[in-house]
């Protein structure tokens, strides 16, 4: 298949089992041989799914038969099953009512591509970033013994963590204070040996090691054994399980440790299994346990197991040749951009290192990975520690890079302030997939980081209009040893610009003028540049030429460039690609302190809207928050005081 066609249609297999799932209620009728015939039928119909819309794949795969386990044997949604970051809930939203929709996931109007409460009531809890599932269930099991109000009654709690996810420091902060609390809850730690990329540090080793201890093979001797000994159907689970349990918790875990009842290691993948010790715990846990699971990412479907990452994320793709359909494209992305030019600068300065949490490919640090190993970290899930750590290397005489994505940057927000802003420590944030990041919706828009960067004291704001201007703010953060510095940049491909040869530092705190007009000036801040042009280009046509300047920077403000802009110009526009209380609103700060409104200068700031916008294409996105160059366009007739005629011409 060539890559830009669309994939073939494979004729859906048969489903018979799961044509008659309309919810968790009808899988309590199958014996334990249909759930796991009901598993193979829902191990094909995720793959089919995610064949057509893309998405994450991998994940899914490897719970196919945890999934219908827990469904069989809890009791959603009265009892809560609460995936963590979800992005392996395809298989429960399709035995949870959603197949018919599945179709629709990760676009507009469609399905979200994680849980969500209003999506379903059997989405207790929403999620998308990672390691908050053990803090939610624990919630919802406290909510349960002091009696609550929830519309889906009260019953068990259970957090579905992987390996990756409960390296977060928040999962450990949940379980520590679920030991304490002793409350019943169920944690099932999916340990699949992966994150997006390999799993790092030393909680990924001490799993290892504990399933090395625990050979399946042994522990299936057991299940056959103890299965053999039991009577038919109606005993069927309990009390073999019980033989089971009790030649498999191993003593001495660190959850132990930490409060809770430890079982495991179980095979993931073995149905038998699952059913027996999770009826077992079910029946018979009084506080705190964790199940630990192993699995594999990809499970079943060979082009996902064998990708590098467990076929993570894909976009649509060829069932039986599993190869992806990518549209072409002429011009790098971003993150490509950064990771080449930060690699140049750290072959010429050896105090150049580079964080990461847990996404070298999707911050473009795995070429620097690959060069400068001992320079290069991957700190796992662990944005917090990662802003910290950078702060710490800085203060050690280094010039770090703290490689996040804005979204998950919220996480070490305190970390910034605290450990980073307060001290004047030049840390260097490369922000990727800023602004709205289309198919993973409102949880991953990079909407919030202007703001909440650029009214810490001393802190330098950058964003890239276009790709050569980050390689020239790379270099800006590369020199500048002066306090924090961030420079933002969007998720997919530049505008395909002329890319200068070496990056060059730009002056702080000064902008770029693109375009001199009369009349109105658009003040862009970021890649919304490109639409503002296109908004002029149609602008011309009706004889109105804005002026446009890239402002490049949020903090340090180019104080003189706007002032000289609002002098010159009956109205002023500024834009980005994030919500308010960013950059417009510093300009606006500026032009009120001076004085200048008192003047009568018209002023509009556009930002995103007040509202979290759902998945869609990220133009379709940008066109719900009414950034598109039509609106730039509409905007700038509304201001001039033209749109009326301008409507009644057309
Ligand atoms: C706070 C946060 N940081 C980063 C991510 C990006 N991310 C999504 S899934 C994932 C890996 C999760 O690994 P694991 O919990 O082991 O689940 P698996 O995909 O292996 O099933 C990462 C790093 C995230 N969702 N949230």
Redesign the pocket.
């Known amino acids: 298949m060539t890559t830009d066609q669309k994939p073939a249609q494979t004729p859906a297999p048969k489903t018979p089992l799961l044509d008659n799932i309309s919810s968790p209620a009808d899988m309590k009728r199958l014996s334990d041989r249909d759930l796991s015939r009901l598993a193979d039928e829902l191990r094909g119909e995720t793959i089919r799914s995610v064949s057509q819309t893309g998405g994450h794949l991998?994940?899914g795969l490897?719970?196919v038969e945890l999934t219908v386990a827990l469904h069989a044997v809890f009791d959603a949604p009265r009892d809560k099953i609460i995936w963590?970051?979800s992005?392996?809930s395809y298989p429960h939203k399709i035995l949870t009512g959603r197949r018919d929709r599945m179709k629709t996931l990760r676009q507009k109007d469609g399905l979200s591509g994680f849980t969500k409460r209003s999506e379903s009531p059997y989405d207790p809890f929403g999620a998308?970033?990672?390691?908050t599932s053990i803090s939610a269930a624990l919630g919802f099991a406290v909510a349960r013994d002091l009696g609550g109000a929830c519309e889906t009654g009260h019953g068990d709690a259970v957090a579905v963590?992987?390996?990756?996810?409960?390296s977060?420091g928040m999962a450990f902060e949940a379980m520590n204070n679920a030991g304490a609390l002793g409350k019943r809850l169920f944690v099932i730690l999916?340990d699949?040996e992966?994150?997006?990329a390999p799993?790092v540090g030393a909680l990924s080793s001490y799993l290892s090691r504990l399933y090395a201890e625990q050979p399946f093979q042994e522990l299936k001797a057991a299940a056959k054994g103890a299965i053999s000994l039991l009577p038919p159907p109606l005993q069927e689970g309990a009390r073999r399980a019980r033989d089971m349990l009790k030649g498999m918790a191993v003593g001495g875990t660190l959850f132990e440790e930490l409060g809770f009842s430890y079982v495991g290691p179980i095979d993931g993948h073995d149905m038998e299994q699952l059913l027996a010790i999770l009826r077992t715990v079910h029946q018979r846990a009084t506080g705190p346990m964790l199940i630990h699971v192993l699995t594999k990412?990809g499970k079943g479907y060979a082009p996902a197991e064998g990708a590098n990452d467990?076929g993570?994320a894909t976009t649509k793709f060829d069932i039986v040749t599993g190869k992806q359909s990518k549209p072409p494209s002429n011009a790098p992305s971003y993150t490509a951009v950064f990771g080449r030019a930060l690699v140049d600068h750290a072959a010429k300065d050896d105090r150049i290192v580079a964080v990461t949490?847990?996404?070298p490919d999707g911050t473009g640090l795995g070429l620097m990975a690959e060069r400068y190993p001992s320079r290069c970290f991957d700190v796992g899930?662990a944005?917090q520690h990662a802003v910290t750590f950078a702060a710490g290397m800085a203060a050690g005489g280094l010039r770090p890079f703290c490689a996040l994505?804005s979204t998950?940057l919220q996480?070490g927000y305190d970390q910034v302030v605290h450990d980073v802003a307060i001290q004047r420590l030049p840390v260097r944030f490369a922000i990727d997939r800023a602004g709205l990041v289309g198919a993973d919706g409102a949880t991953h828009a990079g909407s919030y980081d202007i703001a909440f960067l650029a009214n810490l004291p001393g802190f330098v704001v950058m964003a890239a209009a276009d790709e050569a201007e980050l390689v020239h703010m790379v270099a800006t953060a590369a020199a500048h040893d002066d306090g924090p510095i961030a420079f933002r940049y969007p998720r997919g491909e530049g505008e395909g610009v002329t890319m200068p040869e070496r990056g060059v530092p730009l002056e702080i705190g000064k902008g770029r003028m693109i375009a001199q007009g009369s009349r109105v000036a658009i003040l862009s801040f970021g890649t919304r540049l490109g639409e503002v042009r296109r908004a002029a280009e149609a602008l011309a046509a009706r004889g109105i030429a804005p002026t446009i300047a890239d402002a490049r920077f949020a903090k340090p403000l180019d104080r003189d460039m706007i002032l000289k802009l609002a002098a010159d110009h009956e109205a002023l526009i500024t834009i980005e690609e994030g919500a308010v209380g960013g950059f417009g609103s510093h300009v606006a700060q500026l032009l009120s302190d001076e004085g200048i409104f008192d003047h009568g200068l018209k002023f509009r700031s556009m930002v995103l809207p007040d509202i979290f916008i759902d998945q869609a294409s990220p133009a379709d996105m940008y066109a719900v928050a009414g950034m598109g160059s039509t609106e730039i366009e509409a905007k700038v007739l509304e201001v001039l005081g033209v749109a009326q005629m301008a409507g009644k011409r057309a």
């Open positions: 991998g994940a490897g719970v963590d970051v992005h392996q998308a970033h990672s390691s963590i992987g390996d990756g996810a409960m977060a999916n699949n992966m994150s997006i799993p990412k467990g993570h949490a847990a996404m899930i944005e994505y998950f996480r």
